[in-house]
């Protein structure tokens, strides 16, 4: 069963048409010029220049806030990118508002 399986994916793998172009991925939205971010990370700002520079992909990252409220941002804690000091998982959605991002 399990060699007919292989042989199988195998095939299509095989069969399979290559890709007619390289997806381009946004990491956090957006790249990365001299060491440093063009747009502030995981940011709409980021995500639209994203878009608008051709990328296929935009990759984000999400953290749930104390009061169980999705929110975007890439690190555990608030410190590096925003106003904000402490942990994400410890703020309420409300609180997060209020932070800036501070790249």
């Known amino acids: 069963m399990r060699s007919a399986l292989l042989a199988l994916v ?4 095989l069969a399979a ?3 007619a172009a390289v997806e381009i991925h946004s990491h956090r939205g957006g ?4 060491g440093e971010p063009i747009t502030p990370e995981d940011t709409q ?10 990328a296929d992909i935009v990759e984000l990252d999400a953290k749930l806030s104390s009061d169980r409220v ?3 941002i ?3 804690t608030l410190d590096r990118t925003t ?3 402490g942990q994400v998982a410890q703020k ?12």
């Not at 195998?10 to 793998?13: I, K």
């Not at 790249?31 to 001299?34: F, G, L, R, S, V």
């Not at 309420?92 to 991002?101: F, R, T, Y």
């Open 83 to 85: 106003d904000c000091t």
């Open 31 to 34: 790249p990365i010029a001299a």
């Open 17 to 19: 048409p290559a890709a």
């Open 92 to 103: 309420s959605a409300a609180e997060l508002a209020a932070c800036h991002v501070d790249v």
């Open 45 to 54: 700002e980021a995500f639209e220049f994203g878009h608008e520079n051709g």
């Open 70 to 72: 999705p929110v975007v």
């Open 74 to 76: 890439h690190d555990a």
């Open 10 to 13: 195998l095939t299509l793998a």
